[in-house]
């Protein structure tokens, strides 16, 4: 599929394809090689319709009473998501929350290396955690073009957050995470993305009150893992 020939899917869709992806690597796991669209909807969380369209933007239809095959359809979704290569990623903030990320083999597995580490605290630079070496911020551009990283990890304190957003991009990096609970501005040419962990605990604190107040011990809260996916 070529460039021009690129279907737009909706951001809605596009959050829901990483889910589909770990439901299918589970199920490879364990040796199933077919499903169906309602047992995806099933562990996604989803109904099936969802599921089929979802899948529909990808070009690939289930055949009936055969449904989807996990091989065929897992390298539809890596394909999609960029995941056929590897990303490399740096990031901005040598806190306990940025060596922490730095260490996460998840990353890595993922198709995701974190090739570097940077701080602007003289007492972290120079520092080693994990295999890497913490940097200075003011070598940030020189860093990315060198190993050449394409996304970026804030990792730093809300007041520091938006200075490591400006020299993220000032080093050309078009695509970034952000830990920081505030609103980043960037050019409409970067894609950021923010995870606020403090926001997802008052989403749990809500369903939390709600069993409380209903004295309910069932399922009330939808399952279909959406942090981050503003």
């Known amino acids: 599929m070529t460039q021009l020939q690129r279907r737009k899917i909706p951001d809605a869709a596009i959050a829901r394809l990483p889910v589909y992806l770990q439901i299918l690597n589970n199920l490879a796991a364990t040796n199933v090689l077919r499903f169906s669209s309602d047992e995806l909807a099933a562990l996604a969380g989803v109904n099936a319709a969802k599921v089929r369209k979802d899948l529909s933007y990808l070009g690939s239809y289930g055949t009936r009473g055969v449904g989807y095959e996990v091989t065929y359809l897992t390298h539809q979704i890596k394909r999609e998501l960029g995941l056929m290569r590897e990303w490399n990623v740096v990031v901005v903030g040598a806190g306990n929350l940025g060596c922490a ?23 972290k630079i120079g520092r080693t955690t994990s295999s890497l070496t913490v940097g200075d911020v003011k070598d940030l551009k020189s860093i990315v073009r060198d190993e050449k990283i394409s996304i970026g990890v804030i990792t730093t304190s809300s007041a520091a957050s938006q200075a490591a957003a400006d020299a993220l991009v000032e080093a050309g990096i078009t695509s970034i995470l952000n830990f920081a609970p505030v609103v980043l501005s960037a050019p409409s040419s970067v894609s950021v993305r923010s995870v606020d962990l403090g926001v997802e605990l008052q989403i749990l604190s809500y369903f939390e009150q709600m069993r409380l ?18």
């Open 101 to 123: 990320l730095a260490k996460f083999d998840g990353f890595l597995s993922r198709g995701f290396p974190v090739i570097a580490i940077v701080d602007n605290d003289p007492k």
């Open 213 to 230: 107040e209903t004295g309910s011990k069932s399922e009330i809260a939808p399952q279909l893992n959406t942090a981050g996916a503003r």
